[in-house]
T-cell receptor
Framework: GAVVSQHPSWVICKSGTSVKIECRSL??????MFWYRQFPKQSLMLMAT?????????EQGVEKDKFLINHASLTLSTLTVTSAHPEDSSFYIC??????????????FGNGTRLTVT | GENVEQHPSTLSVQEGDSAVIKCTYS??????FPWYKQELGKRPQLIID?????GEKKDQRIAVTLNKTAKHFSLHITETQPEDSAVYFC????????FGTGTQLKVEL
């Protein structure tokens, strides 16, 4: 159980275009999902917390107008990288918790999306 | 916010030896400490976790210890095997996870 599906697994786009990444919880409802970014040989850095039915909470230094997050249902959150640039090339991973956030539940990660901006 | 430090950044051991990875955290309110294993290009996989009301937890060859007073926790892998080779991340959480910088573990034959 607790499967998180992320799509696409990889994408190549041209500079200036937008890319949408989907994160779905397949067998549980997730009121909260998290979006991480991981550069090569580095750690996972939290970008934002996605809350169903409300605005996402962004971490310091993450541009909310560039990384648009929509969490319209209890099983789907999307991250749109707008006007992508080569420096946005990274591994984007979503995660979800099947219980209300309280620090007690393990995160379940999607497979990640490898974004390459040319 | 929470800050998690992890050491060492790389660790090389002989097959069958033990491996120990250590992490420290800054926020005494953190109450959940998972460890993740990540193979190249793949998602992090939870291998063990511990909560703040427990000092030690073991699952076969893997164990985690937590010292709340000192605000540090450690991952112990015994009888290491080549398939244990990967990057390991510790994390600390109150309501959201903050990850350590990662340890590249290499188990040599």
């Amino acid at each position: 159980g607790a499967v998180v599906s992320q799509h696409p697994s990889w994408v190549i786009c041209k500079s200036g275009t937008s890319v949408k990444i989907e994160c779905r919880s397949l067998d549980f409802q997730a009121t909260t999902m998290f979006w991480y970014r991981q550069f090569p040989k580095q750690s996972l850095m939290l970008m934002a917390t996605s809350n169903e039915g409300s605005k996402a909470t962004y971490e310091q230094g993450v541009e909310k107008d560039k990384f648009l997050i929509n969490h319209a249902s209890l099983t789907l959150s999307t991250l749109t990288v707008t006007s992508a640039h080569p420096e946005d090339s990274s591994f984007y991973i979503c995660s979800a918790v099947p219980t209300p956030v309280g620090g007690w539940s393990p995160l379940h990660f999607g497979n990640g999306t490898r974004l390459t901006v040319t | 916010g929470e800050n998690v430090e992890q050491h060492p950044s790389t660790l090389s051991v002989q097959e069958g030896d033990s491996a120990v990875i250590k992490c420290t955290y800054s926020d005494s309110a953190s109450n959940y400490f998972p460890w993740y294993k990540q193979e190249l290009g793949k998602r992090p996989q939870l291998i063990i976790d511990i909560r703040s009301n427990v000092g030690e937890k073991k699952d076969q060859r893997i164990a985690v210890t937590l010292n709340k007073t000192a605000k540090h926790f450690s991952l112990h892998i015994t009888e290491t095997q080549p398939e244990d080779s990967a990057v390991y991340f510790c994390a600390a959480s109150i309501t959201k996870l903050t990850f350590g910088t990662g340890t590249q573990l290499k188990v040599e034959l």
